[in-house]
């Protein structure tokens, strides 16, 4: 996959280090050409010197063919201003956007744009917005047999109650993380978009879960 990475800070280095290591093509954008340096002279990507939400910049780093596109300069306006023009300009499916102000994060959220607030960010959590895939393990019991995951969920199952998804994938939702907050579900509580899932289940059960879970709802029921 081609992921675009707006600023070259210690973070959106980071970032463009991993994502190359795991075999993707990385371009990285960046207002200042001495910020490439933090990638290193390793770094075999393209660095396209220019501001990440001009259109014609976007183009030069491969953004029309780009997988996944992540936000994570200084700014906060700079960063969901370029997270839209990728989503909304260049119908990139996977973008995600660093924030300082979690009090914007509901703005953003609301405009489809998955968001990482600064005091929690990770390069780990940001490569889960860009290639949401399977279920990260957070804890297992000393036998092995239970563990808790962050499981990717499919956009199907936003607007569903959490009980229903519970019911239909046999495991048990033991909190979500929205805007950046852990809440505990009840009975009533409803996904929304960008809310991160967190279940107890068997480690006999990933495989089954993850598809359950990436399938969406039973249709009718």
């Given at each position: 996959m081609h992921i675009v990475i707006m600023g070259c800070g210690r973070v959106g280095a980071a970032l463009a280090q991993t994502l190359e290591r795991q075999g993707h093509t990385v371009a990285v954008v960046d207002q200042e050409p001495m910020a490439f340096r933090r990638l290193?002279?390793?770094f075999s990507g393209r660095r396209v010197t220019g501001v990440g939400f001009d259109q014609d910049t976007l183009r030069e780093a491969g953004i029309e063919e780009a997988g996944a596109f992540a936000a994570v300069s200084s700014g906060d306006n700079s960063n969901i201003i370029a997270a839209r023009v990728a989503r909304e300009m260049f119908g990139v499916e996977n973008v995600a956007a660093r924030i300082y102000d979690p009090r914007r994060a509901e703005v953003y959220q609301r405009l489809g744009i998955p968001t990482v607030a600064t005091?929690?960010?990770?390069a780990d959590q940001m490569l889960r917005r860009l290639l949401p895939s399977?279920?990260?393990?957070?804890?297992r019991d000393p036998s092995g047999d239970v563990q808790l995951a962050e499981v990717h969920t499919s956009p199907a199952w936003v607007g569903h109650k959490v009980s229903r998804l519970q019911e239909e994938t046999g495991v048990r939702v033991a909190f979500l993380t929205r805007l950046g907050e852990a809440i505990l579900p009840t009975s009533q509580t409803v996904l929304q978009e960008g809310d991160l899932v967190h279940v107890?289940?068997?480690?006999?059960?990933?495989?089954s879960v993850e598809a359950a879970f990436a399938k969406g709802p039973e249709a009718g029921s």
């Open positions: 290193g002279a390793g005091v929690r960010w990770t399977g279920a990260e393990t957070l804890w107890m289940m068997r480690t006999n059960e990933v495989e």
